[in-house]
């Protein structure tokens, strides 16, 4: 009895690992399995892990691949793509796989009320779209307006059978769905009807399932990881790479820095319940690329990030070789240069402190998301360095609804300190933060009409982007963009982290990348132990 | 009897669905209300934005939420969670048969190690037996729930003893006056001065009349228990009510946490109603 | 009073006086010495610094003082609200007695959690970091009562059903002055113990908060906050020192309690 308790609880702790079998764990439940509503990162794993796409972007060279789709063609400046698709593949049930599927995936994606982000991202302009078979193994698919880096966002579409009984549990991706246990555990199967083989003709994945755990606190996960009850640890965070860096240097992976960026902006809402001095400060470029040149960035990186990050010049991350304007420099911390600015800008010290031309004492809040250590202790930094200016910085931490109330509905707030997170490489991504009139638009969204010049001339470049033919063209426009992000400091880009993650040794085949998932974006190729692969 | 049984139960439903209501109330009116984090998403485009914020309109008029959630409570509908995406039935069934367990063993643990501990102190009556129950419990009682629960987590077991190091300060203290003050009484003393056994005097003489008291100990230790399994479950991830709860409360999940507050003031209410029972019982023999 | 009792009100003495001298002692808890993060004990930060290289030390004193000052006030508060609620209940009896005993089982399942995160974000953007944190000792305070008003409510009944009290009525004592005069001063004991037995609460409470990441605003220190520090385990056996602020809490929380009578009244 005791020994069955004791299997019992082992089996339950993961401590008996099933053979080839990979471990991770999932932060948070995932909240859908429907491939086309996909919004957070779990669901998004699951996604990645079980979902055939047409197109992939291979996440360590960055170039695009074909998958169900051998070939593809995009035509009419951006308009119209056409593919041609495996002959011979089928869904994880055995339900044959053709265009029907494809035309089926891109109506449901399609659908207005659906509401999809991936969706939304194909739609560049009101209407229709047309998805048609050309034959049972080519499809063509016509939008009503050109959108900007086509084949790529079909990365994020996973094909969705038009047939099958199973509905969305019949997939196309290297692992299909296997127990879930809500709130505890989702095991994935290797899909035995996995189209793609190795060069010896070996069926793919190599790994029999992957066991994904349901746990939000990293600690635990650290310790289970260290236990070797984990194989891979997704973004560490720095104290705990260099903790395990110290205690297992060679499992610990530093991929350089993400596409994400930490940043700062002010609330410039001209409805905002704020005393119109502040909105004044705060509207003021010069106070805001003041406050830009008073942050440390290096002290950030070297005591928040642990030399684990890189001081961002803008919106676009040093690792997006690209698109980076090559151009801008992060701004360098200099007090002198910050009080000069501000000197210009009508304020003034009287003692330790700063004041407006009108003699308003300089003090402001800054909010941002509670129970992140990583944002309180920037916070705090940041506090500290505006402080030397004579700028009393109240610092407060929010829980997430209470945040987004304030930033997107009652504009309650003065400044923000917050992360953002680049999914992909594109700058059509980020069209909706920069376009005036959106709702992302954060500093100051849902403009009818630009309120500034800058605004308008952003505008005018992102659309411009968008509607260019080639990546240089739209790269002349992108580039200016950034430079008058820096010009203006709309939003103060402070860090770009560093990808960091923990393998175990026993994982094979790792190539760890810049873009999400660092590590497991080749899983059809990954195995455990040493040599064993899969006879299945 | 069963008239006042009826009416005790009757209360004890009218109150908890008091409680539901105001709890709803208290989350509605609250900061964050109505928020989605996709808001924040930008890949949607303004319609998908504003067909978000249109999702919870129809919890917006508290009332009418509260009546068409009786509604569907009568048909055993308990809502749907929108943070989690499932009907909340399938959540409570599938969290609160760990929570139980968690519960039942951290009592059970507290109870029995309380107990064991006041047994030690006072019917073995050794010098310095009182020492070290006495540093234990202080020290438990000394440290916040939340931690005791990350030091559970470092030696890589569950809450659930976490839960019972939290309970047994209370019952150890609770007990121990009580089997003192029960040593104390003249029967007692009759019973060991007429030669009786110790187990004797202490199972027929100490603890049989003692038991309605203890009973409602371990009634008290049930809320103290469940007050305790929030930040414990929340440490260490533990996915039961507590956890359920805390998620809830983050995300504005309404139909969540009207079921969770009726699940806890319904616990509440019937430990309560058994610890008054329990010393009503023993107030004629005092 | 006991030896251990001495000893207790000793340390507490001591770390009170500590704290309120924290001015003196150590002039400041949030400066960065930037180059000195994680550094260990010496002569300068007596518990080293933590990591954005603020004094340990400093910051510990700052923390106690907030805890031991506001605790006990939020403890007040409550015991207070107790008293009135509890106390009017035990000794009317009847229909109010049995409203106040719902209204205690009801207060008590509601989600409290929430209502802190409530007021928190309700906060003016610009609250001070101290303001902040007697906000949200008053509210625990306001929110702590139900448990000790069902004690109050308990012992009263019981003194109401007393023969001295019986014999009072019978000779015509009104009832506010039986109440004032007869009741109350019978009732200092619980109320005493219950101010006592919530203090450590109260800490504990806030600790709780901290952990959940709901504590003190930056760069106000408490035990809280620091113990959040805790979690990272691996740096607490490297940086044993890191434990000061559990160790001074527990001993804190724990000579209080020896400090407590040992006749602990019953569970109602």
Known sequence: MLRFALGSLLAFAGLAQAANELRFTLRSEPKTFNPLMVEDESSETIRYLTGGVLIRLNRYTQELEGELASKWKVLENGRRIDFELRPNVHFSDGTPFSCDDVVFTMERLMDPSLHSPVGDSFRSAPGAVEAKCVSPISASVRFPAPVAALALQFDQVAILSAHSLHKEAAVLGPFMFGDYKPGALLVLERNPNYWKKDSNGRRLPYLDSIRLEIQSNRELELLRFRRGELDVVNKLDPDMFDRLSS??????????????????????????????????????????????????RDDLVRIVYKGHARAAAGPVSSANKFWLNAALKPALYSEQVALDELQRDGFHRSGDTLMDRDGHRVEFSMITNAGNRVHERMLTLIQQDL?????????????????????????????????????????????????????????????????????????????????????????????????????????????????????????????????????????????????????? | MATILIRQLRKILLTALMGGLLGATLVRLGPGFGTDERELDNRLNSDSQQAIRAERASENNIAMFYVRYLAGLAQGDLGYSHSLNRPVTALLKERLPLTLLSLSYGVAGGVAIGLGLALVTVAWRAPGSNVVPALLSGLCLAVPAAVIALLFLWMGTGGRWAIALVVFPHVYRYAKNLLTAAYQSPHVLAAQAKGLSSLRVLLAHVALPAAPQLAAIAGISVTLAFGASIPIEVVSDSPGIGQLAWRAALERDLPLLVNITILIALMTLVVNSLADLALANRRPAE | MSRAQKLAIAVLAAVTIASLAAGWIAPSYSAQFRESISAPPSAKFPLGTDELGRDRFARLLYGTRVSLLLAPAAALLSTLIAALLGGTAGYLGGRWDRLVASGIDLFLSLPWLFLLMAVRAL??????????????????????????????????????????????????????????????????????????????????????????????????????AMLRDLENYSAVLQNPWMLAPAVLLVAVVSCLKLLLRSEDPLPC
């Open chain 3, 123 to 224: 906060m003016p953007l610009n609250t001070s970091p101290v303001a902040s944190v007697i906000l949200t000792f008053l509210l625990l305070g306001c929110l702590g009562w139900a448990s000790p008003a069902r004690i109050v409510r308990a012992g009263t009944r019981t003194l109401a059903s007393s023969d001295y009290l019986l014999q009072a009525r019978a000779e015509g004592v009104a009832p506010a002055r039986l109440f004032w005069n007869h009741l109350l001063p019978n009732l200092k004991p619980i109320l005493a113990a219950q101010f006592w037995i919530s203090v450590p609460v109260f800490i504990l409470s806030e600790a709780n908060l901290s952990l959940l990441g709901l504590g003190v605003a930056e760069p106000l220190p408490s035990w809280g």
């Open chain 1, 247 to 296: 205690e297992m240097p060679h499992n610990v992976v530093d991929a350089g820095p993400s596409l994400d960026s930490e940043l700062v902006f002010f609330n410039q809402v001209a409805s905002a319940p704020l005393p119109a001095y502040k909105l004044h400060w705060f509207q003021s470029a010069a106070f805001r690329r003041a406050i830009s040149d008073a942050i440390h």
């Open chain 1, 387 to 536: 402080g030397k200016l004579g700028i009393q910085l109240n610092v407060l931490t929010l829980d997430f609804p209470s945040l987004i109330e304030r930033i997107t509905r009652t504009y309650n707030y003065e400044s923000v300190l917050m992360a953002l997170t680049n999914v992909g490489l594109d700058p059509n991504d980020q069209m909706n933060v920069w376009l005036s009139s959106a709702q992302t638009h954060q500093w100051n969204p849902n403009q009818k009409t630009p309120e500034t010049p800058w605004e308008a001339e952003i505008d005018r470049l992102m659309q411009a982007q968008a509607a260019s033919q080639t990546a240089a063209q739209r790269k002349v426009s992108f580039d200016k963009v950034q430079q008058i992000v820096a010009d203006q400091a709309p939003m103060i880009f402070l860090v770009n982290p560093n990808a960091l993650s923990a393998v175990s040794p026993n994982l094979k085949n790792v190539t760890p990348g810049l873009l999400r998932p660092q590590i497991y974006w080749n899983v059809d190729r990954l195995y455990l132990g040493s040599g064993y692969v899969s006879q299945k």
